[in-house]
């Protein structure tokens, strides 16, 4: 059993930044790939990015391509979600999600969402 909890989340201006963190609970955190998603209103979830067990290989969707940047710290059981040059297109509540598979489209847990805002 794996719990997330993510932070990070608020309200920013366009073309700024915010860096989401997802902290897992227990020791096998090291054994998830990790994948970051999000949802905006009246519309179906997205995925943003996956990384993999070691934080050797990240995959992210084209939208945010260039701008996001995932990492995690195994160490401090956490994932991060680094968020550049924002777009009030990013609006939505990020998802932090664990896949005993990486790239597997079917993901084991999931955090509860943190908040981004991004006013043009």
């Known amino acids: 059993q794996v719990q997330l909890v993510e932070s990070g989340g608020g309200w920013v201006q366009a073309g700024g930044s915010l860096r989401l963190s997802c902290a897992a609970s227990?020791?096998?955190?090291?054994?998830?790939?990790m994948g970051w998603f999000r949802q905006a209103p009246g519309k179906e979830r997205e995925f943003v990015v996956a990384?993999?067990?070691?934080?050797?290989?990240?995959y992210y969707a084209d939208s945010v391509k260039g701008r996001f940047t995932a990492s995690r710290d195994n160490a401090k059981n956490t994932a991060y979600l680094q968020m550049n040059s924002l777009k009030p297109e990013d609006t939505a509540v990020y998802y932090c999600?664990?896949?005993?598979?990486?790239?597997?489209?079917?993901?084991?847990?999931w955090g509860q969402g943190t908040q981004v805002t991004v006013s043009s």
């Open positions: 999600a664990a896949n005993r598979v990486y790239l597997r489209n079917v993901y084991d847990y």
């Open positions: 227990g020791r096998t955190f090291r054994n998830y790939a």
């Open positions: 990384i993999s067990r070691s934080g050797d290989s990240t």
